[in-house]
């Protein structure tokens, strides 16, 4: 997916579904929740700090060559045990690497080396792409990475009960995905051992599957990735495969951030989703709808306010503590 050039001035509209939607306004609506100020102060200190430990090419998965993990963690002279972060890849599931993130060098936001300076742990992982496997291969790999940072939760002073997952562009659409489809294997267990997160932040990964085929930009990669068309008994398929077929009132806080000139994943299903979910009385989502903006408005555009909202969301909702 390519890059598109900068917008320079766009507009984002900010959409809280909280017990009131905020929208502009004449400074009488009632305010969006922020992190609170321990969590802030606790960030600020973190920024501070001169080290983090990164550990490369960990094995998540037994007989699975691609399962591969990095994983940041902040200084030890920070308490664990640490809510963690794990960052998801974009490349139309297709292509792509975990090393897009697992450094700061180019300064691409979203990679797990910032993430630990404020005070997460943060793992970027490798999926199987859809040339190897097709869906739901991806979502399969990316729930048995959630598992085995849990079960090594203590090795690495992870909180099991904090994990949020981050994605941009197919690593959103995964993102989602863990955050709102129940894993049968989840059945009966609890959070310590389950592959579910408890916050989600996608960078315009897809929505709905079928619409965004349709729409024929991104016909041949959704293809490739669903095995074929939504056709026959493969409709059913595209549905369970799509964030936009779970609309409830119940689940994990969730940030929605997309452009409204992206050709490829239609502002149009960001739109129906979040309105959706508001008909169905969700409590606890953001949506940041950012005019004249291309593709993945955080991680490719770099639009420089995003930035801040995906950290405050993140404090919000995990921690540090």
Excluded at 274 to 283: F, P
């Amino acid at each position: 997916m390519k890059e598109a050039p900068r917008a320079t001035l766009p507009i984002v509209w900010l959409l809280f579904l909280s017990s009131v939607t905020i929208v502009a306004g004449n400074g009488d609506s009632p305010k969006p929740t922020v992190a609170s100020p321990s969590a802030r102060a606790a960030a600020e200190r973190a920024k501070d700090r001169s080290s983090v430990r990164t550990l490369l090419n960990l094995s998540y998965k037994s007989g699975c060559k691609a399962c591969l993990l990095d994983l940041a963690l902040p200084n030890e002279t920070h308490p664990g045990p640490w809510p963690l972060i794990v960052v998801i890849h974009g490349g139309g599931w297709i292509e792509g690497d975990k090393s897009s993130f697992a450094s700061d060098t180019y300064k691409v936001p979203g990679n797990i080396v910032d993430f630990a300076r404020i005070g997460f742990a943060a793992a970027t992982i490798n999926y199987r792409l859809s040339k190897e496997a097709a869906y739901p291969a991806a979502l399969d790999d990316c729930r048995a990475a959630v598992r085995w940072l849990r079960e090594h939760a203590a090795e690495y002073q992870l909180d099991p009960k904090r994990i949020g997952a981050y994605g941009n562009s197919a690593g959103g659409h995964l993102a989602l995905l863990l955050a709102l489809l129940e894993d049968p294997v989840d059945r009966g267990t609890g959070v310590e051992q389950s592959s579910r997160v408890q916050a989600a932040a996608s960078d315009s990964g897809p929505i709905d599957l079928v619409a965004d085929y349709r729409r024929g930009t991104l016909r041949t990669v959704i293809g490739g990735f669903m095995g074929g068309a939504p056709e026959g008994n493969r409709q059913a398929l595209f549905e369970q495969a799509s964030p936009s077929h779970y609309v409830s009132a119940k689940g994990p806080p969730l940030l929605l951030i997309y452009g409204e000139a992206d050709p490829q994943v239609g502002v149009e299903t960001a739109d129906r989703f979040v309105a959706a979910l508001s008909e169905a009385g969700r409590r606890d989502v953001t949506y940041l709808r950012v005019a004249a903006v291309d593709h993945c408005p955080h991680s490719l555009q770099r639009v420089p306010y995003v930035a801040d909202a995906v950290t405050q969301f993140f404090l919000r909702t995990l921690g540090p503590r």
